[in-house]
Nanobody
Framework: VQLQASGGGLVQAGGSQRLSCAVS????????MEWYRQAPGKEREWVAS???????NYADSVKGRFTASRDRAKKTMYFQMNSLEPEDTAVYYC?????????WGQGTQVTVSS
């Protein structure tokens, strides 16, 4: 099983970016699908979780600006980021948390210029 994250890049402050995380292979017993980020010189931080019922929890820092979603048929999760700020600059990681193990994507860099 592999998680392939994509969609990162350079964007101006106030702009938008959409990340994708495609799953190759099959994962059973999924509990949550999550997004994390790690800014330069900082620890990796949790940003959003998609729960089994489809509801989503967000970190306060991104609430109202970012939207996490999933497409089960495409085995892909998405992260729509709007109103980006320079403080959002980070490597973004997707994670699938199953009852058996945690699967991490390789990360995709998002850089927000002021």
């Amino acid at each position: 099983v592999q998680l392939q994250a994509s969609g990162g890049g350079l964007v101006q402050a106030g702009g938008s970016q959409r990340l994708s995380c495609a799953v190759s292979g099959s994962i059973t017993g999924i509990k949550t699908m999550e997004w994390y980020r790690q800014a330069p010189g900082k620890e990796r931080e949790w940003v959003a979780s998609i729960l089994p019922n489809g509801s989503v929890n967000y970190a306060d820092s991104v609430k109202g600006r970012f939207t996490a979603s999933r497409d089960r048929a495409k085995k892909t999760m998405y992260f729509q980021m709007n109103s980006l700020e320079p403080e959002d600059t980070a490597v973004y990681y997707c994670l699938i948390n199953s009852v058996y193990k945690m699967y991490w994507g390789q990360g995709t860099q998002v850089t927000v210029s002021s």
